[in-house]
């Protein structure tokens, strides 16, 4: 399915199998001599066959096309090794770039992972069906690292930066002044909301994604163009939904700990999903894992705000609350 959701701007809807997220938008816009396309799909072949039929409806030099990518995740940067040619620039951002070429980065993840309570039975299959690992690009050639206030000019349209931090460490927007477009990523979503989810202890994730969306509060926006189903208007009206959905979240993980000091995965099972399963015991293990992350996400955000107090217990990390 494509569609031109601004002049020369067209959309195309990658499926994601047996995901959640159903699909993915990847956009191409045409300029004059050159094409710049924003996000990709992930690495298997169904996203390649939709992304061929459209590159090929859409007259699509691949030869002549550079590429932004808003962040690290596989279903946004996932294709780019199939798609970049030797003469394709790719934009991206310092952060994520980093922890793409972190040399054990699942290692990492699967101690912090296991020190935040995920059983050891599950981790090791928990990595191998998790779709970051499974459907990822095989590298990264031709990088253009950008900042904040950076831009890229492609037929009329000139792009600036927007560095949004959050969803993941780099994660990166683009704003148009003049047509007044936001290329969101997954920092806004309208129908869905953005994974705020980390087992790393080192950073505070949802600290930095409520700040990334006050920045966007001031932005003259006339159309948000997201990463996942369809675009919208009133970015400020969602930005208030974002922040009101996480103050709730953040509500409930507190109360599951007024039950008593417990693991970011102890939490995470008696959390409310939005999920078709009976029971904790019957979400599918990446679901586990993002589930976790996300009360991890929530955890370090309390304890922040010095209102949860982390311990360390026989090799396991325990929260509960302050006082
Ligand atoms: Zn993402």
């Not at 061929?52 to 808003?70: I, P």
Request: charged letters at 25%; hydrophobic letters at 35%; one cysteine or more.
């Amino acid at each position: 399915m494509i569609d031109e959701v601004c002049p020369q701007i067209f959309r195309t809807e990658i499926p994601l199998p047996a995901n959640p997220l159903k699909a993915i938008n990847s956009y191409v816009i045409k300029g004059k001599d050159r094409f710049l396309m924003i996000d990709t799909g992930m690495n298997r072949p169904e996203c390649m066959e939709a992304m061929e039929a459209s590159l090929k409806e859409l007259h699509v030099d691949l030869e002549k096309t550079d590429f932004f990518v808003t962040h690290i995740h596989a279903d946004h940067l996932g294709l780019i090794s199939e798609l970049t040619r030797k003469s394709s620039r790719l934009y991206f951002n310092f952060p994520d770039a980093e922890v793409f070429r972190h040399p054990n980065l699942w290692e990492k993840l699967a101690a912090a992972a296991f020190l935040n309570g995920f059983p050891e039975d599950d981790l090791q299959e928990a990595i191998k069906r998790h779709p970051g690992h499974r459907y990822h690009t095989k590298g990264l050639v031709n990088l253009t690292l950008l900042r904040e206030g950076d831009q890229i000019q492609i037929g009329s349209y000139n792009l600036r930066c927007v560095e949004t931090p959050g969803h993941t460490r780099g994660h990166m927007c683009l704003y148009e002044p003049q047509a007044k477009i936001f290329f969101s990523g997954d920092h806004i979503l309208n129908d869905i909301t953005p994974n705020i989810s980390l087992w790393s202890e080192n950073d505070d994730p949802l600290r930095q994604y409520l700040k990334s969306l006050d920045k966007i509060v001031p932005y003259d926006i006339e159309w948000v163009l997201p990463g996942h189903r369809t675009v919208f208007r009133n970015h400020r009206h969602r930005i208030e939904e974002l922040k009101e959905h996480h103050e709730i979240r953040t509500a409930e993980v507190a109360s599951i700990l007024a039950k008593g000091s417990q693991t970011a995965y102890q939490v995470a099972s008696q959390m409310a999903w939005d999920i078709d399963c009976e029971s904790w015991d019957d979400f599918p293990l990446p679901q586990k894992w993002f589930a976790g992350g996300e009360a991890m996400a929530h955890l370090q955000y309390l304890q922040g705000q010095g209102k949860v107090v982390r311990e360390l217990n026989g090799g396991k990390a325990f929260f509960r609350l302050a006082g």
